[in-house]
């Protein structure tokens, strides 16, 4: 029986930059960690170990760092268009890249009432997403958020679901919702101001899980779901992905105290895990 290669792609993952732009007054910092993987005519190398179509992933390394020295970083879905269009300009033998970043938020770190010009503070625990493919047709870009930790205390319920031999879990009207978000959604055009857009849906995502009474995890991916789609026209599909964070309560009857629903023991394994992907009809 003979074989075939089906399908490959390689690249670099997880290449570290930081750009410091350093204007008159005051400094910019963009904290960004880049995948990259690339496919095309590359079967020889596989079947016959011929290098001669291999573009070595130190070289998109190093390239991430000298498209970086030459301009300013700014947005990351702007930077990762620059990165794709390279690598297709320069590399015949590539069909497709697809280029991934995540980038870490820094806030200036006030001093005296002002923000100071070039000291910075870890702004937010979670992290700016971005993935750029792009073909010589065309390109889609997609943005999201990572490690958004959210968590309500009230408005929150899970019951009336399936219960056999093997369930345990009680119903319950109000328990702890804890989550971390992980959202991508792709755009329907290229002209979108990036930063802007990716920190109103932010909000959106936000507000709405505050908002919202909760029968279900599910049920509340798809309300926030639904509110990003309503809120930006520019967004054609969003995907959440939703772990349920459980917080149990701790039984305090046998140390003679009152269960008031008050304390509770966080677990991180195992958990449940919810994904949707939600789009316009």
């Not at 702004?123 to 971005?130: D, K, L």
């Not at 319920?157 to 009207?173: C, M, N, S, V």
């Not at 520019?234 to 003679?256: C, Q, T, W, Y």
């Amino acid at each position: 029986m003979g074989i075939k290669l089906s399908s490959s792609n390689y690249g670099k993952s997880r290449v570290r930059l930081v750009r410091i732009t350093r204007g008159e007054e005051a400094h910019h910092l963009k904290d960004i960690s880049v995948d990259i993987q690339v496919e095309g005519d590359f079967e020889e190398v596989h079947t016959h170990g011929d290098n001669r179509k291999v573009l070595p992933t130190d070289t998109m390394k190093n390239t991430v760092y000298a498209l970086a020295a030459q301009r300013p970083v700014g947005e990351i879905e702007e930077f990762g268009v620059v990165l794709a269009n390279y690598f297709l300009e320069h590399n015949p033998q590539v069909r497709n890249v697809r280029i991934s970043m995540r980038e870490r938020l820094w806030a200036r770190i006030p001093v005296q009432g002002q923000p100071h010009p070039w000291a910075f503070v870890a702004a937010r625990p979670e992290r700016r997403t971005a993935m750029i493919s792009a073909t010589r047709a065309g390109q889609s870009t997609q943005a999201g958020i990572d490690d958004l930790l959210v968590l309500k205390s009230h408005e929150s319920a899970f019951e009336g679901y399936i219960k056999d031999q093997y369930t345990t879990l009680p119903e319950t009207r109000d328990r702890i919702f804890a989550t971390v978000v992980k959202a991508n959604w792709n755009y329907s055009r290229r002209d979108v101001p990036f930063s802007r857009t990716w920190e109103g849906i932010r909000g959106v995502l936000l507000e709405s899980f505050a908002e919202h009474f909760s029968e279900s995890v599910q049920q509340t991916l798809y309300v926030m779901a639904g509110a990003v789609l309503d809120a930006y026209g520019e967004v054609e599909a969003i995907r959440l992905s939703m772990p349920n964070k459980h917080h149990l309560p701790f039984d305090l009857e046998p140390l003679g105290l009152e269960n008031r629903n008050e304390v509770f023991v966080p677990t991180d394994e195992p958990h449940g895990l919810i994904e949707a992907v939600v789009r316009r009809d």
